[in-house]
């Protein structure tokens, strides 16, 4: 008896568990951002302490890329990232390379010093913009064209300096 009576206790407090969990997420359905879509907009704070927005770039081809420092694929795609950076610099391609570093600029902040990285790194410890984009794998990264459409999403790392990478990125920053 006391063994049924535990059992059944079990089961009506795993159920409660289960509809208060699909409750609580029914009215937060998270929409995946894909290409063709228009980029969600969104502000941050950059490693500098400025406020940077997605649509004070528009006009230009913007690559919005979400990493961590915590992130080994991350890690190893941030030099050629970099290297996207350096040649494109002054140039119609903004690079926001996104952090979702929970440390925030402590952490971050350190890492693009000691690895001598000049890229612009905005914050978001909480993930907010990267579950605006239901970007949850890192890295992830998003081209979006002047009028601000997705035209290419790569999730995993990239090496931004290949052929095919440049071919991409060329005939977006070309088209006017």
Partial sequence: MKKATLIGIIAVLAAIG?????GQNSGNRVKIIREGDQA?????????????SLSSHRGKVVMVHFWATWCPPCVEELPTLERLYRAYYGKDLEILAVSVDEGGAG???????????????LLN????VARQ???FKFP???LIS???IVRKKVIGAADWMSPAAQEIIQAMVGKR
Avoid: H, I
């Fill in 125 to 128: 410890p909480d993930q907010s």
């Fill in 146 to 148: 002047r009028d601000g």
């Fill in 140 to 142: 992830e990264t998003y």
């Fill in 40 to 52: 969600p907009e969104f502000r941050l704070s950059a490693l500098d302490g400025k406020s940077v």
């Fill in 133 to 135: 984009y239901g970007s």
């Fill in 107 to 121: 952490a971050v902040g350190q890492f693009m010093e000691r690895n001598r990285f000049a890229l612009p790194v």
């Fill in 18 to 22: 289960v509809l208060f969990f699909y």
